[in-house]
Protein backbone atom coordinates (compact mmCIF):
# COMPACT_ATOMS: atom_id res chain seq x y z
CA UNK A 1 0.00 0.00 0.00
CA UNK A 2 1.46 3.60 -0.48
CA UNK A 3 0.48 7.08 -0.34
CA UNK A 4 0.02 8.51 -3.93
CA UNK A 5 0.81 11.83 -5.07
CA UNK A 6 0.65 13.96 -7.52
CA UNK A 7 3.16 17.12 -8.49
CA UNK A 8 2.15 19.66 -11.10
CA UNK A 9 0.05 17.25 -12.88
CA UNK A 10 -1.69 18.73 -16.44
CA UNK A 11 -3.09 16.46 -19.24
CA UNK A 12 -3.90 17.68 -22.82
CA UNK A 13 -5.21 14.90 -25.19
CA UNK A 14 -3.72 14.81 -28.53
CA UNK A 15 -5.49 17.50 -30.29
CA UNK A 16 -7.26 17.44 -33.85
CA UNK A 17 -4.09 18.74 -36.66
CA UNK A 18 -4.22 22.42 -36.52
CA UNK A 19 -5.78 23.31 -33.49
CA UNK A 20 -4.34 23.89 -29.92
CA UNK A 21 -3.87 21.26 -26.96
CA UNK A 22 -7.11 21.53 -24.37
CA UNK A 23 -6.02 20.72 -20.90
CA UNK A 24 -8.53 18.11 -19.99
CA UNK A 25 -6.89 18.01 -16.75
CA UNK A 26 -5.38 21.65 -15.81
CA UNK A 27 -3.19 21.30 -12.60
CA UNK A 28 -3.10 18.90 -9.96
CA UNK A 29 -1.26 18.49 -6.83
CA UNK A 30 -2.97 16.41 -4.69
CA UNK A 31 -1.89 13.81 -2.13
CA UNK A 32 -3.92 10.91 -1.79
CA UNK A 33 -2.99 9.52 1.85
CA UNK A 34 -2.72 5.79 2.01
CA UNK A 35 -5.70 3.74 3.23
CA UNK A 36 -8.31 6.74 2.82
CA UNK A 37 -11.62 6.41 1.40
CA UNK A 38 -12.11 9.11 -1.25
CA UNK A 39 -14.75 10.35 -3.46
CA UNK A 40 -13.70 12.24 -6.93
CA UNK A 41 -17.00 14.54 -7.64
CA UNK A 42 -17.84 16.66 -10.33
CA UNK A 43 -20.13 16.80 -13.27
CA UNK A 44 -19.40 14.79 -16.89
CA UNK A 45 -16.21 16.06 -18.59
CA UNK A 46 -14.51 17.72 -15.62
CA UNK A 47 -11.56 14.78 -15.71
CA UNK A 48 -12.84 12.77 -13.54
CA UNK A 49 -11.60 9.60 -15.47
CA UNK A 50 -8.32 11.08 -16.90
CA UNK A 51 -7.28 11.58 -13.40
CA UNK A 52 -7.95 8.07 -12.40
CA UNK A 53 -6.21 6.74 -15.73
CA UNK A 54 -3.43 8.60 -14.50
CA UNK A 55 -3.43 6.76 -11.32
CA UNK A 56 -3.26 3.33 -12.65
CA UNK A 57 -1.37 4.49 -15.78
CA UNK A 58 -3.44 4.05 -18.70
CA UNK A 59 -2.46 7.45 -19.43
CA UNK A 60 0.72 9.48 -18.86
CA UNK A 61 0.41 12.92 -18.46
CA UNK A 62 1.79 15.32 -20.39
CA UNK A 63 3.27 17.36 -17.50
CA UNK A 64 4.33 16.73 -13.49
CA UNK A 65 4.94 12.95 -12.18
CA UNK A 66 3.21 10.80 -9.80
CA UNK A 67 4.63 8.83 -6.82
CA UNK A 68 4.12 6.18 -4.89
CA UNK A 69 5.56 6.82 -1.61
CA UNK A 70 8.98 7.65 -2.78
CA UNK A 71 8.77 6.90 -5.97
CA UNK A 72 8.58 7.92 -8.98
CA UNK A 73 6.21 5.91 -11.56
CA UNK A 74 5.17 8.28 -13.74
CA UNK A 75 6.78 6.14 -16.38
CA UNK A 76 5.19 2.86 -15.33
CA UNK A 77 2.91 0.81 -17.13
CA UNK A 78 -0.13 0.05 -15.45
CA UNK A 79 0.95 -3.82 -14.83
CA UNK A 80 4.15 -2.37 -12.77
CA UNK A 81 1.68 -0.23 -10.02
CA UNK A 82 -0.84 -2.59 -8.32
CA UNK A 83 -3.24 -0.92 -8.75
CA UNK A 84 -7.04 -2.44 -9.68
CA UNK A 85 -9.52 -0.91 -11.48
CA UNK A 86 -13.09 -1.21 -11.92
CA UNK A 87 -14.86 0.84 -14.83
CA UNK A 88 -17.97 1.87 -15.11
CA UNK A 89 -19.37 -0.80 -17.57
CA UNK A 90 -18.30 -4.59 -16.77
CA UNK A 91 -15.34 -5.90 -18.25
CA UNK A 92 -16.11 -9.57 -17.77
CA UNK A 93 -15.14 -12.84 -19.88
CA UNK A 94 -18.27 -14.73 -21.12
CA UNK A 95 -17.34 -17.79 -21.71
CA UNK A 96 -15.36 -18.15 -18.21
CA UNK A 97 -16.97 -19.16 -14.91
CA UNK A 98 -17.96 -16.46 -12.49
CA UNK A 99 -15.40 -18.17 -10.04
CA UNK A 100 -12.88 -18.33 -12.87
CA UNK A 101 -13.83 -14.74 -13.24
CA UNK A 102 -13.33 -13.84 -9.77
CA UNK A 103 -10.13 -15.81 -9.75
CA UNK A 104 -8.45 -14.30 -12.79
CA UNK A 105 -6.14 -11.40 -11.09
CA UNK A 106 -4.98 -13.64 -8.46
CA UNK A 107 -3.58 -16.99 -11.12
CA UNK A 108 -2.20 -13.81 -13.14
CA UNK A 109 0.16 -13.98 -10.26
CA UNK A 110 0.77 -17.33 -9.58
CA UNK A 111 -1.75 -17.55 -6.29
CA UNK A 112 -1.71 -21.29 -5.37
CA UNK A 113 -5.18 -22.57 -6.10
CA UNK A 114 -6.27 -23.25 -2.20
CA UNK A 115 -5.88 -19.70 -1.45
CA UNK A 116 -7.30 -18.45 -4.87
CA UNK A 117 -10.17 -20.23 -3.70
CA UNK A 118 -10.78 -19.33 -0.40
CA UNK A 119 -10.61 -15.34 -1.97
CA UNK A 120 -12.86 -15.94 -4.23
CA UNK A 121 -15.26 -17.45 -1.83
CA UNK A 122 -14.99 -14.87 0.47
CA UNK A 123 -15.17 -12.27 -2.45
CA UNK A 124 -18.32 -13.87 -4.00
CA UNK A 125 -19.76 -13.94 -0.42
CA UNK A 126 -19.34 -10.09 0.21
CA UNK A 127 -21.03 -9.73 -3.45
CA UNK A 128 -23.75 -12.12 -3.07
CA UNK A 129 -22.66 -14.23 -6.09
CA UNK A 130 -22.28 -17.51 -4.20
CA UNK A 131 -25.24 -19.23 -5.32
CA UNK A 132 -23.25 -18.35 -8.97
CA UNK A 133 -19.78 -19.36 -8.65
CA UNK A 134 -20.53 -22.19 -11.16
CA UNK A 135 -22.30 -20.32 -13.39
CA UNK A 136 -20.93 -18.81 -16.70
CA UNK A 137 -20.45 -15.12 -16.61
CA UNK A 138 -22.23 -14.64 -20.29
CA UNK A 139 -25.53 -16.07 -18.84
CA UNK A 140 -26.00 -12.66 -15.67
CA UNK A 141 -27.89 -9.61 -16.08
CA UNK A 142 -25.82 -6.36 -16.34
CA UNK A 143 -26.54 -5.94 -12.65
CA UNK A 144 -24.48 -9.54 -11.61
CA UNK A 145 -21.96 -9.12 -14.46
CA UNK A 146 -21.05 -5.36 -12.89
CA UNK A 147 -20.30 -7.37 -9.09
CA UNK A 148 -17.97 -9.68 -11.18
CA UNK A 149 -15.94 -6.34 -12.02
CA UNK A 150 -16.41 -5.21 -8.45
CA UNK A 151 -15.36 -8.09 -7.35
CA UNK A 152 -12.29 -8.71 -9.67
CA UNK A 153 -11.14 -5.46 -8.10
CA UNK A 154 -11.69 -6.51 -4.50
CA UNK A 155 -10.09 -9.86 -4.88
CA UNK A 156 -6.06 -8.90 -4.67
CA UNK A 157 -4.85 -8.02 -1.28
CA UNK A 158 -1.34 -6.84 -2.67
CA UNK A 159 -2.82 -3.49 -4.10
CA UNK A 160 -1.86 0.30 -3.77
CA UNK A 161 -5.12 1.30 -4.17
CA UNK A 162 -8.48 0.11 -5.57
CA UNK A 163 -10.27 2.89 -8.30
CA UNK A 164 -13.97 2.85 -9.31
CA UNK A 165 -14.66 5.20 -11.97
CA UNK A 166 -18.73 5.10 -11.55
CA UNK A 167 -19.19 1.47 -11.07
CA UNK A 168 -22.97 1.62 -10.16
CA UNK A 169 -24.18 3.22 -13.33
CA UNK A 170 -25.46 0.19 -15.00
CA UNK A 171 -27.13 -0.87 -11.12
CA UNK A 172 -30.85 -0.85 -10.69
CA UNK A 173 -31.50 1.53 -7.46
CA UNK A 174 -31.97 -0.45 -4.72
CA UNK A 175 -29.00 -2.59 -5.11
CA UNK A 176 -26.92 0.46 -5.77
CA UNK A 177 -27.65 1.49 -2.51
CA UNK A 178 -26.55 -2.24 -0.95
CA UNK A 179 -23.55 -1.84 -2.91
CA UNK A 180 -22.05 1.81 -2.15
CA UNK A 181 -23.01 0.54 1.69
CA UNK A 182 -20.98 -2.74 1.59
CA UNK A 183 -17.77 -1.01 -0.59
CA UNK A 184 -17.71 1.30 2.76
CA UNK A 185 -17.86 -1.51 5.38
CA UNK A 186 -15.25 -2.67 3.35
CA UNK A 187 -13.02 -0.20 2.89
CA UNK A 188 -13.40 -0.51 6.87
CA UNK A 189 -12.22 -3.66 6.75
CA UNK A 190 -9.28 -4.03 4.56
CA UNK A 191 -8.08 -1.10 4.37
CA UNK A 192 -6.94 -0.17 1.45
CA UNK A 193 -6.97 3.39 -0.22
CA UNK A 194 -10.06 3.77 -2.39
CA UNK A 195 -10.81 6.05 -5.11
CA UNK A 196 -14.63 6.74 -6.45
CA UNK A 197 -15.18 8.70 -8.62
CA UNK A 198 -19.05 9.95 -9.21
CA UNK A 199 -20.87 12.88 -10.84
CA UNK A 200 -23.68 11.96 -7.50
CA UNK A 201 -23.18 13.77 -4.39
CA UNK A 202 -25.25 11.68 -2.26
CA UNK A 203 -23.15 8.80 -3.28
CA UNK A 204 -19.54 10.78 -2.53
CA UNK A 205 -20.64 11.77 0.71
CA UNK A 206 -22.26 8.51 1.58
CA UNK A 207 -18.64 6.71 0.29
CA UNK A 208 -16.03 9.23 1.13
CA UNK A 209 -14.25 10.55 4.59
CA UNK A 210 -12.43 12.76 2.15
CA UNK A 211 -14.28 14.24 -0.97
CA UNK A 212 -12.37 15.87 -3.82
CA UNK A 213 -14.45 17.93 -5.97
CA UNK A 214 -13.38 19.32 -9.64
CA UNK A 215 -14.28 21.46 -11.87
CA UNK A 216 -13.58 22.11 -15.39
CA UNK A 217 -10.24 20.15 -15.45
CA UNK A 218 -8.87 21.30 -11.91
CA UNK A 219 -9.92 20.29 -7.89
CA UNK A 220 -11.56 22.94 -6.51
CA UNK A 221 -11.95 21.57 -2.71
CA UNK A 222 -11.34 18.24 -0.94
CA UNK A 223 -12.86 18.17 2.52
CA UNK A 224 -14.98 16.12 4.74
CA UNK A 225 -18.68 16.55 3.52
CA UNK A 226 -19.42 18.65 6.50
CA UNK A 227 -16.19 21.10 5.14
CA UNK A 228 -17.87 21.29 1.93
CA UNK A 229 -21.32 21.95 2.99
CA UNK A 230 -19.61 24.54 6.09
CA UNK A 231 -17.85 26.21 4.07
CA UNK A 232 -17.48 25.95 0.30
CA UNK A 233 -13.94 27.50 -1.01
CA UNK A 234 -15.34 28.09 -4.29
CA UNK A 235 -18.37 28.56 -6.05
CA UNK A 236 -18.66 26.00 -7.52
CA UNK A 237 -18.41 23.47 -4.34
CA UNK A 238 -21.37 25.56 -3.12
CA UNK A 239 -24.00 25.04 -5.41
CA UNK A 240 -22.89 21.59 -6.55
CA UNK A 241 -23.31 20.24 -2.86
CA UNK A 242 -26.32 20.61 -1.23
CA UNK A 243 -29.90 20.77 -2.45
CA UNK A 244 -31.06 22.88 -3.66
CA UNK A 245 -27.25 24.58 -3.62
CA UNK A 246 -25.71 27.73 -1.99
CA UNK A 247 -27.28 30.92 -3.44
CA UNK A 248 -25.00 32.84 -5.17
CA UNK A 249 -25.95 36.65 -5.35
CA UNK A 250 -24.29 38.93 -6.99
CA UNK A 251 -23.20 42.33 -4.37
CA UNK A 252 -20.86 44.88 -3.85
CA UNK A 253 -18.70 45.97 -0.50
CA UNK A 254 -19.23 49.09 1.84
CA UNK A 255 -16.54 49.41 4.16
CA UNK A 256 -15.98 45.73 4.22
CA UNK A 257 -19.11 44.47 4.30
CA UNK A 258 -21.89 43.01 2.04
CA UNK A 259 -24.40 45.16 -0.16
CA UNK A 260 -26.73 43.24 -2.02
CA UNK A 261 -28.97 44.79 -4.25
CA UNK A 262 -28.43 48.48 -1.73
CA UNK A 263 -29.17 46.24 1.80
CA UNK A 264 -26.33 46.27 3.67
CA UNK A 265 -25.63 43.11 5.13
CA UNK A 266 -23.12 41.82 8.04
CA UNK A 267 -21.07 38.77 7.09
CA UNK A 268 -20.07 38.36 10.41
CA UNK A 269 -16.33 39.31 9.32
CA UNK A 270 -14.95 42.64 8.06
CA UNK A 271 -12.96 41.74 4.42
CA UNK A 272 -10.96 43.63 2.66
CA UNK A 273 -12.29 47.13 0.46
CA UNK A 274 -10.07 46.93 -2.31
CA UNK A 275 -10.87 43.82 -3.54
CA UNK A 276 -11.41 43.70 -7.30
CA UNK A 277 -13.23 41.15 -9.72
CA UNK A 278 -16.40 39.63 -9.85
CA UNK A 279 -17.85 39.84 -6.21
CA UNK A 280 -20.55 37.54 -5.13
CA UNK A 281 -22.42 36.29 -1.58
CA UNK A 282 -23.06 32.86 -0.63
CA UNK A 283 -25.61 31.97 1.37
CA UNK A 284 -27.39 28.26 1.68
CA UNK A 285 -31.03 27.83 1.53
CA UNK A 286 -31.19 26.23 4.91
CA UNK A 287 -29.76 29.59 6.50
CA UNK A 288 -32.20 32.05 5.24
CA UNK A 289 -35.46 33.11 7.31
CA UNK A 290 -38.97 34.51 6.88
CA UNK A 291 -38.24 37.76 9.03
CA UNK A 292 -39.93 41.27 10.24
CA UNK A 293 -37.02 43.32 8.75
CA UNK A 294 -34.99 42.76 5.70
CA UNK A 295 -35.00 42.30 2.12
CA UNK A 296 -38.27 42.61 0.16
CA UNK A 297 -39.38 39.81 -1.91
CA UNK A 298 -42.01 37.88 -3.67
CA UNK A 299 -42.72 34.80 -3.40
CA UNK A 300 -42.58 32.60 -6.31
CA UNK A 301 -42.60 29.04 -5.71
CA UNK A 302 -43.47 26.40 -2.73
CA UNK A 303 -42.17 22.87 -2.91
CA UNK A 304 -43.51 20.65 -0.26
CA UNK A 305 -40.70 18.11 0.78
CA UNK A 306 -42.96 17.11 3.90
CA UNK A 307 -40.16 18.63 7.08
CA UNK A 308 -39.12 21.42 4.58
CA UNK A 309 -40.51 23.34 2.14
CA UNK A 310 -38.34 24.89 -0.94
CA UNK A 311 -39.39 28.60 -1.03
CA UNK A 312 -38.30 30.20 -4.01
CA UNK A 313 -38.35 34.06 -3.88
CA UNK A 314 -36.79 36.60 -5.81
CA UNK A 315 -35.65 39.88 -5.04
CA UNK A 316 -35.31 42.31 -8.01
CA UNK A 317 -33.69 40.78 -11.05
CA UNK A 318 -31.99 37.58 -8.16
CA UNK A 319 -33.97 34.27 -7.77
CA UNK A 320 -33.46 33.13 -3.75
CA UNK A 321 -34.17 29.42 -2.98
CA UNK A 322 -34.58 29.24 1.25
CA UNK A 323 -35.35 26.02 3.38
CA UNK A 324 -38.26 26.17 5.86
CA UNK A 325 -39.17 24.08 8.23
CA UNK A 326 -42.52 22.44 8.13
CA UNK A 327 -43.63 24.28 11.29
CA UNK A 328 -43.11 27.42 10.50
CA UNK A 329 -45.25 30.12 8.32
CA UNK A 330 -45.14 31.67 5.03
CA UNK A 331 -45.87 35.20 5.20
CA UNK A 332 -48.63 35.87 2.87
CA UNK A 333 -48.14 40.07 3.13
CA UNK A 334 -44.98 41.72 2.06
CA UNK A 335 -42.52 39.08 2.87
CA UNK A 336 -39.09 39.77 4.14
CA UNK A 337 -35.65 37.79 4.48
CA UNK A 338 -32.63 37.97 6.21
CA UNK A 339 -29.47 35.81 5.67
CA UNK A 340 -27.45 34.02 8.90
CA UNK A 341 -24.44 36.76 9.28
CA UNK A 342 -22.46 33.18 10.40
CA UNK A 343 -23.29 31.72 7.20
CA UNK A 344 -23.14 34.30 4.75
CA UNK A 345 -20.01 33.94 2.49
CA UNK A 346 -18.36 36.46 0.19
CA UNK A 347 -16.72 35.53 -3.09
CA UNK A 348 -14.74 37.38 -5.70
CA UNK A 349 -14.02 35.70 -8.87
CA UNK A 350 -15.85 32.53 -7.12
CA UNK A 351 -12.74 31.89 -4.49
CA UNK A 352 -13.74 32.53 -0.84
CA UNK A 353 -12.39 35.51 0.36
CA UNK A 354 -11.01 35.15 3.66
CA UNK A 355 -11.34 37.71 6.74
CA UNK A 356 -9.73 40.62 6.28
CA UNK A 357 -7.78 40.29 10.16
CA UNK A 358 -7.59 36.57 10.10
P1 LIG B 1 -15.19 12.82 -16.75
O1 LIG B 1 -14.71 11.44 -16.44
O2 LIG B 1 -15.17 13.74 -15.57
O3 LIG B 1 -16.54 12.82 -17.41
P2 LIG B 1 -13.03 12.85 -18.73
O4 LIG B 1 -11.76 12.72 -17.95
O5 LIG B 1 -13.53 11.63 -19.41
O6 LIG B 1 -14.16 13.50 -17.79
O7 LIG B 1 -12.85 13.98 -19.83
C1 LIG B 1 -12.30 15.25 -19.58
C2 LIG B 1 -12.19 16.01 -20.89
O8 LIG B 1 -11.27 15.37 -21.75
C3 LIG B 1 -13.49 16.10 -21.65
O9 LIG B 1 -13.56 17.35 -22.25
C4 LIG B 1 -13.37 15.01 -22.69
O10 LIG B 1 -14.08 15.33 -23.86
C5 LIG B 1 -11.88 15.01 -22.98
N1 LIG B 1 -11.40 13.67 -23.35
C6 LIG B 1 -11.55 12.54 -22.62
N2 LIG B 1 -10.97 11.48 -23.23
C7 LIG B 1 -10.44 11.95 -24.38
C8 LIG B 1 -9.71 11.36 -25.47
N3 LIG B 1 -9.38 10.06 -25.45
N4 LIG B 1 -9.33 12.18 -26.49
C9 LIG B 1 -9.64 13.48 -26.49
N5 LIG B 1 -10.33 14.11 -25.52
C10 LIG B 1 -10.73 13.36 -24.47
MG1 LIG C 1 -15.66 9.57 -16.68
Given at each position: MSRIEFRDVRHAYPPPPGQAPVYALKEVSQVWEDGGAYALLGPSGCGKTTLLNIISGLLTPSEGSIRFDERDVTGLPTSERQIAQVFQFPVVYDTMSVFDNLAFPLRNRGMPESRVSQRVTEIAEMLDLSERLGQRA????????????????????????????????????????????????????????????????????????????????????????????NRPRHTFVGYFIGSPGMNILPCSLDRGQPVFANNLLSSGYPVDTDLSGKLEIGIRPEFIRFSDDGIAVEIQKVEDLGRYQVVTVRHESSQIKMLVGEDQAIPSEDPKISFDPDNLRIYCDDWVVESAHA
Open positions: SGLTADGKQKISLGRGLVREDVNAILFDEPLTVIDPHLKWQLRSKLKELHQQIGVTMIYVTHDQVEALTFADKVVVMHDGGVVQVGSPVELF
